[in-house]
Nanobody
Framework: QVQLVESGGGSVQSGGSLRLSCEASRYTYVNGCMAWFRQAPGKEREGVATIYDSWGNLITTYADSVKGRFTFSPDKDKNTLYLQMNNLKPEDTAIYYC????????????????????WGQGTQVTVSS
């Protein structure tokens, strides 16, 4: 069982920054995967960023739409993972979810929502033009 709680969402103007937090009861990226997804009204839930541990090396991947603007990183002492979001755009507006999988097989389908069986409640991000 993995429990995930997101926080840090809010409303900002285009070009602004936010840092989202995911408090995790267990770091599944050690043997599985963890990820951030987002979902806008009327849209499907899409992958934003993922992280996993490969032989002691943390591997991160990002959707093309956020590459260079978002950074996914853990703070092990606080059992928290962060998504730093810079240069936000109106199209980034969505509910953001933290997700986790304990299965090694998730590493072959990192941006697929069906990979993940643990989800947080979501936090709203709104970016105005």
């Amino acid at each position: 069982q993995v429990q995930l709680v997101e926080s840090g969402g809010g409303s900002v103007q285009s070009g602004g920054s936010l840092r989202l937090s995911c408090e995790a009861s267990r770091y599944t990226y050690v043997n599985g995967c963890m990820a951030w997804f987002r979902q806008a009204p009327g849209k499907e839930r899409e992958g934003v960023a993922t992280i996993y541990d490969s032989w002691g090396n943390l591997i991160t991947t990002y959707a093309d739409s956020v590459k260079g603007r978002f950074t996914f990183s853990p703070d092990k002492d606080k059992n928290t993972l962060y998504l730093q979001m810079n240069n936000l755009k109106p199209e980034d507006t969505a509910i953001y979810y933290c997700a986790a999988s304990s299965l090694l097989s998730c590493r072959s389908r990192l941006m697929t929502k069906g990979n993940y069986n643990y989800w947080g409640q979501g936090t709203q991000v709104t970016v105005s033009s």
